[in-house]
């Protein structure tokens, strides 16, 4: 299921790692960059490559939230909703983009695009309100710098393997 690509990715974080298993996020992640999730096939066959529990692998992809266990949109907005975010309009934001997508908080959009996922805290109140948005920080946010953010992220795609049954975007 995985390709050479992602295969060669987890080897070589299998390099950088004293023990197999300080390689596991990263492994994970590069599952999940070639997948758009972590597909269990694919956390499977990572953990046969690194020599470990496939289960082990399954239970930190349901702890970690940026770990994903079922198809995601494209792009998954992250707007943080604890407290300094919150006072500083993050309810406005996160009512802006779930109004200007038309979906709710752990939505995804019809045609797979976008996924919102708040989260509580992004640890990085100094950019409040702020999201995590593809692994990208956005800080200050505005309706205007959501709109300039979105249609940035409209006109990206990310790698995924199309070959995958059953995936594609999830209301959840």
Do not use: W
Not at 84 to 95: S, V
Not at 101 to 121: H, R, V
């Amino acid at each position: 299921m995985l390709s050479q690509e992602t295969v060669e990715e987890i080897r070589a974080a299998l390099t950088r790692y004293p023990r197999p298993r300080s390689a596991v996020l990263d492994a994970l992640r590069a599952v999940q960059r070639q997948c758009g999730y972590c597909h269990p096939d694919g956390v499977k066959e990572a953990a046969e490559i690194m020599g470990l529990d496939a289960n082990a692998l399954q239970m930190l992809v349901t702890f970690y939230d940026l770990l994903y266990d079922q198809p995601v949109g494209e792009h998954v907005l992250m707007p943080c909703k604890n407290i300094a975010c919150y006072l500083r309009g993050a309810d406005h934001i996160i009512e802006y983009i779930s109004t200007k997508l038309g979906i709710k908080p752990g939505e995804t959009t019809a045609d797979g695009q976008f996924t919102l996922e708040p989260m509580e805290c992004l640890a990085a109140c100094d950019l409040a309100p702020m999201m995590i948005a593809d692994e990208t920080y956005h800080g200050n946010l505005t309706e205007e710098r959501v709109d300039e953010i979105l249609a940035a992220l409209a006109t990206t795609s990310k790698r995924r393997d199309e070959s995958i049954e059953g995936g594609g975007a999830h209301h959840g």
